[in-house]
């Protein structure tokens, strides 16, 4: 078997081709441009496949737009696209729309070659070789897809063998090996990959796995560490089904798991889910490994408390290591770690006396209990009822008035008071609360303020909740810097428990632009 313990590991995204397979998901033209750039230039992917041949119109215009733009950038070998065994029409098309690389399908299991096609192996190995053979011919380069590779290795590794051994002596570059139905385990994977590389050492095999059994990291890995060349993967493990694997899981398992790396950009892993998650639809679980949002959340006060002394709960998959940054949740489970963690990137916790943090961590565990949601942002106001005192709120929202009609934009009107000066201002807005913050941002410019950029706006109510159950609004704020605060606030009114959090994060704003002396009435 020809060693690769050593090597890199070549990775091929497929989000605009398999990835654009997932039920509900359809880039446009300039959303496939766009997330092509980002995968070339910031992630630094080796190899991209872009589509599938002659599948619309729209197809079309995109793989143009997006060759026009790789041949500026010298990197169109880098982009792949999936073909057929259609006498030629499928190279034909990638040949007019300047693709120089076809991933031909072909059939890596003698059951789908008898079955779907209708053909023997004998039949469909004369018709591979002719597509290869005109592709060639015609200026363009040519992989194989290995369709259902893994049931055809388990039921008849003879026939595996006869067709990669046959192709082998054709143009073909590349042997993309696909666990289509995501059924192998890794043991599987070690041993079916090892017979290939047994029995041609000198080839280049792809692994493209699928995420069915919750088995495709692990897979890709076992993959890598018995010698294959390259990986195949999605942003966010976009894909039919239950998906592919994910670029960001596999990265950073090859990366620290085997003796072997990826070059992918791991600082630009999150950006590309967060751009992909915009333009699909489809968001990340919470707790998905690398790019959910909670990841990188400690919520037990034991694991704060060991943080705290000495990273005692981080491992490898540190959050800087992807330009995010730890957070410590608050609630029922919290110890007084969490809250000195919390107090002290709040700025909190220079003159707060150990019996009040006793008390602060009280009033976190009461409200945890109650299965209130806790954030940061709520801390100075839990701080401020315990000592007594009133939180020192710089800007008010006094009143607001939001009146929205069928054959009319929405109307509000907001009275603010800064420092104990009023201001009332009014605008029109594509909804309620756009309106609503349109009119609040006139009124913070006339004291010469600005808004933090809205990031994420969810408002959620208990399951089977009446129409007068409580809402909480959860909206996330870009604070500048790569950094982010999230503000809540909870009423029986949707639209007031998004001004109850909006007003959190005005007084954060006047933490941030307000001069000190403000305060004093000077």
């Known amino acids: 078997m020809k060693s690769r313990s050593h090597a890199s590991v070549e990775v091929l995204d497929t989000t605009l081709r398999d990835g654009e397979q997932t039920p509900g998901v359809a880039f446009t033209p300039a959303e496939k441009l766009e997330i092509a750039r980002l995968l070339l230039t910031k992630l630094r992917v080796d190899r991209l496949e872009i589509a599938s041949a002659r599948v619309s ?16 950038r010298e990197c169109a070998e880098q982009l792949e696209i999936l073909g057929f065994v259609d006498g030629g029409r499928s190279a034909e098309w990638i040949r007019n729309v300047g693709g120089r690389v076809l991933n031909l399908l072909a059939k890596g299991s003698e059951h789908h070659c008898r079955v779907q096609l209708r053909k023997t192996p004998a039949r469909h190995l004369d018709d591979l070789a002719r597509e290869v053979e005109a592709a060639n011919r015609g200026g363009l380069r040519v992989n194989v897809y290995l ?23 054709l143009p073909v570059e590349r042997f993309m090996l696909a666990d289509t139905l995501g059924i192998l385990t890794p043991d599987e994977v070690t041993r079916y990959m090892e017979w290939m590389l047994s029995a041609f050492p000198n080839l280049h095999f792809d692994f493209h796995g699928h995420n069915d059994y919750g088995m495709a990291t692990a897979n890709a890995l076992a993959a890598v560490n018995a010698g294959a060349a390259g990986i195949h993967a999605t942003i966010n493990g ?29 600082k630009e892993l999150q950006h590309a889910s967060d751009l992909v998650q915009s333009l699909s639809g489809k968001r990340c679980a919470w707790n998905m490994p690398v790019l959910g949002s909670d990841v990188y959340t400690q919520t037990c006060g034991v694991h704060a408390d060991g943080d705290k ?14 330009g995010r940054s730890r957070d410590y949740a608050l609630g029922k489970l919290s110890g007084k770690a969490s809250i000195d963690q919390n107090l002290e990137q709040m700025g909190l916790d220079h003159e707060l ?44 929202i006094v009143d607001f008035e939001v009146k929205s009609h069928f054959h009319a934009p929405p109307k509000a009107k907001v009275v603010l008071e800064i420092d104990g000066n009023r201001i009332e201002t009014s605008a029109v807005g594509d909804g309620g609360y756009d309106a609503f913050v349109k009119a609040l941002k006139k009124g913070l410019r006339g004291f ?47 639209l007031v428990a998004a001004v109850m959090a909006t007003e959190k994060i005005l007084n954060h704003v006047a933490e941030a632009e307000l001069p000190a002396a403000a305060a004093d009435g000077e």
Request: proline share 4%; glycine share 8%.
């Open 353 to 396: 006396d150990p019996e009040v943090r006793r008390k602060v961590l009280d009033e976190v565990i009461r409200l945890g209990d109650k299965k209130k949601h806790i954030t940061a942002a709520d801390l100075p106001f839990i701080v401020a009822g315990v000592l007594r005192a009133p939180v020192n709120q710089r800007i008010r």
């Open 57 to 72: 119109a729209g197809e079309d215009t995109a793989v143009r737009a997006i060759i026009n733009w790789a041949v500026k």
């Open 238 to 266: 976009l894909g039919e089904r239950a998906g592919n694997l994910t670029l960001a899981q596999l990265t950073v398992a090859v990366n620290d798991l085997s003796p072997r790396r990826v070059r992918i950009a791991e």
């Open 448 to 494: 010469g303020l600005s808004m933090f950029k809205l990031l994420d706006y969810e408002v959620r109510i208990p399951p089977g909740g009446r129409t007068d159950a409580l809402v909480e609004a959860t909206i996330t704020w870009a604070l500048g810097g790569g950094r982010t605060m999230t503000t809540t606030g909870v009423d029986s009114d949707q």
């Open 309 to 322: 002394k000495g990273d005692l709960y981080a491992n490898a998959l540190v959050p800087e290591r992807f």
């Open 147 to 169: 369709e259902d590779w893994s049931n055809g290795v388990k039921s008849n590794f003879a026939y595996v063998y006869n067709l990669v051994d046959k192709l082998r002596q």
